[in-house]
């Protein structure tokens, strides 16, 4: 399985960017796809997920209302619309994927087997 971010950007605060990641590599029933995001001198964090099949999301708590995940099945394509930016979603974004997580799990990185190259996003004050 392979996943390509795309999309991050610089943007001033209150405005809005949308992430894109492209999977591809093999059939996506029962996966749950992701975003985490790391910035500088912090660890990987939790932003959002989704499963393949169905409409159930999950997001941290700090995104809640801002950001918005969704997905394309017959693009195999995630998606990561977010609003009202701030300085602090300033961080390089990841998605990741993984057939096998658990609800419980789904806010955890080490839940997730297959991930993309990041993708920067800068929010300037």
């Known amino acids: 399985v392979q996943l390509q971010a795309s999309g991050g950007g610089s943007v001033q605060a209150g405005g809005s960017l949308r992430l894109s990641c492209t999977i591809s590599g093999g059939t996506f029933r029962g996966y749950v796809i992701g975003w985490f995001r790391q910035a500088p001198g912090k660890e990987r964090e939790f932003v959002a997920a989704?499963?393949?099949?169905?409409?159930?999301?999950y997001y941290a708590d700090s995104v809640k209302g801002r950001f918005t995940i969704s997905r394309d099945n017959a693009k195999n394509k995630l998606e990561l619309q977010m609003n009202s930016l701030k300085p602090e979603d300033t961080a390089v974004y990841y998605c990741a994927s993984d057939p096998t997580i658990i609800t419980s799990r789904v806010r955890l990185e080490l839940a997730y087997r297959y991930w993309g190259q990041g993708t920067q996003v800068t929010v300037s004050s």
């Open positions: 989704i499963k393949w099949s169905g409409d159930t999301t």
